[in-house]
């Protein structure tokens, strides 16, 4: 069993940045991705940005290339998400994640609400 904590999130203004973190407890196998997902209202949830447990290869939605970095420490057992120069379309329910593949989720976090003002 595994469970994920976020925190982080807020309400920001447009341009401004914010880091998220998961906290990751129970039994984390150095084969796991883990993955940020956001649901805007009236929208369908879709993954953000997306790392493997022991490193490797990332991936990242177009829409937050070059702005956002997922990234993680093992010994700390959290994955961050940090995201920089925000805009009011990124305003969503942030949840990380953890499964067997990028496109395989098995794990979710309860979630932490981003809003950003224009």
């Known amino acids: 069993q595994v469970q994920l904590v976020e925190s982080g999130g807020g309400l920001v203004q447009a341009g401004d940045s914010l880091r998220l973190s998961c906290v990751v407890s129970g039994r984390i196998l150095s084969s796991t991705y883990m993955g940020w997902f956001r649901q805007a209202p009236g929208k369908e949830r879709e993954i953000v940005a997306a790392?493997?447990?022991?490193?490797?290869?990332?991936y990242y939605a177009d829409s937050v290339k070059g702005r956002f970095t997922i990234s993680r420490d093992n010994a700390k057992n959290t994955v961050y998400l940090q995201m920089n120069s925000l805009k009011p379309e990124d305003t969503a329910v942030y949840s990380c994640a953890a499964g067997s593949a990028y496109t395989h989720y098995n794990y979710w976090g309860q979630g932490t609400q981003v809003t950003v003002s224009s």
């Open positions: 790392t493997h447990w022991s490193g490797g290869n990332t």
